[in-house]
């Protein structure tokens, strides 16, 4: 585990709004993924106060999804954007259901370690988000969240590791999670 010092700025009387008893959990498929819930449901086990964002992020969208060659009518540019938004649309909600297995399996093993259900959230990445790396996605979702604390499996997917170019994403968050206390599982 690393600590980082509060951001500058922050308080003890919590001027800073994201607090202490929020974390923001990195689900996936991977084992590291699982590891680091298991360690959450032990260390949190049937204590009351805390929150839980459990955070899967999902991967770009595919290139050919991104944008369309478009057309001289105005009228087929306006189909075409729709068909394209939809198909969007659809590989989103397809993405989505396929990481439900993981984030059913994570919410039920922190609910049978006692943390009630109303502690416990799940958020998802904006896989039109692109031009940021997974390390601030995570930071990004951690601030919208209001989470102080992230916990993250130290090995990651595959194309988690080719998004971040190769890089450790844990080292990645000790280098840019100022303000942050991260949990490093491993």
């Known amino acids: 585990m690393h600590a980082r010092r509060p951001p500058a700025g922050a308080t003890a009387r919590g001027k800073n709004k994201m607090t202490n008893n929020h974390l923001l959990v990195v689900v996936n498929e991977s084992s590291s993924s699982k590891h680091a819930v298991e360690y959450v449901a032990h260390v949190l086990a049937s ?3 805390f929150r839980l964002c459990l955070a899967h992020f999902l991967s770009p969208l595919p290139s050919m999804l991104l944008e369309f060659g478009g057309a001289e009518d105005p009228e087929e540019e306006q189909q075409l954007d729709r068909q394209l938004r939809a198909e969007q649309q659809q590989w989103i909600t397809t993405a989505k259901k396929n990481a439900q297995p993981a984030l059913k399996w994570a919410y039920g093993r922190l609910r049978k370690a006692g943390l009630p259900a109303s502690s416990l959230t799940t958020r998802f990445s904006d896989p039109f988000r692109e031009q940021n790396s997974v390390s601030e996605e995570i930071l ?3 601030r919208t969240n209001k989470c102080r604390t992230i916990v ?5 997917l595959p194309w988690f590791r080719r998004l971040t170019a190769g890089k450790d994403l844990a080292e990645q968050l000790v280098q840019q999670a100022t303000g942050f206390t991260l949990w ?3």
């Open 152 to 156: 993250v499996g130290r090995r990651s």
């Open 47 to 49: 204590r009351r106060g």
């Open 140 to 142: 990004e979702l951690a």
């Open 184 to 186: 490093i599982v491993e």
